[in-house]
């Protein structure tokens, strides 16, 4: 998003492609799960009155809209990746099984995990540990702006609030 009030950031997506790229420069096999929130907020739209499944649902499909966006970014950074989604629609995303994924990691590609798990009522934290116990990951990090999950962006949203802990799930 960079700056801008909501969307996707070109520039920022390079940014963010160049300090992968560091890493992977260390022989680290990457795998990403990326959220939505710039686009869509399935917990704010519930919050108002919208279906929670229809509103989850629509907060995966902007995941996927992130995780192409990386991808693109990646890509034109001269570092190959492939984005893996839990919802299948191949003309955009090749549809998460792990054995693929364990392939692409092993190939050297970094693997960008689009539309969490599929299923609503779960976040991208929840995503995020559900993949990486798949992948036999040593490492989880969480990249926010915020110290927590919230019905909104509590950066823009002064009435967003914080989902207590005993509501999901923390893995370390």
């Known amino acids: 998003m960079g700056d801008q009030a909501f969307g996707i950031d ?16 260390l022989g680290v ?14 917990m704010a739209a519930s919050a108002k009155g919208m279906n929670r499944a229809t509103a ?3 907060g995966m499909l902007a995941t ?5 966006a990386l991808e693109d970014g990646l890509e034109r950074a001269g570092i190959p990746s492939r984005v893996m989604s839990a919802i299948e629609m191949r003309p ?6 792990r054995p693929r994924a364990l392939q692409h990691l092993a190939a050297g590609r970094i693997v960008i995990f689009a539309a969490g798990t599929g299923n609503p009522y779960f976040t991208t934290d929840t995503t995020a540990a559900l993949r990486a116990m798949e992948i036999d990951a040593n490492v989880i990090m969480k990249a926010t702006k915020v110290d927590g999950i919230y019905t909104a962006d509590p950066l823009k949203d002064p009435s967003a609030q914080k989902i207590p802990k005993t509501n999901y799930m923390t893995v370390l």
Request: glycine share 12%; charged share 20%; no cysteine.
């Open 56 to 58: 989850d649902y629509m």
């Open 29 to 42: 096999e990457i795998a990403i799960v990326v959220g939505g929130g710039n686009i869509f907020r399935g």
């Open 10 to 25: 070109p520039a920022t997506i390079q940014k963010v492609a160049e300090k992968i790229r560091g890493v992977q420069e």
């Open 92 to 97: 955009v995303a090749e549809t998460y099984t």
């Open 64 to 68: 996927v809209q992130n995780s192409i």
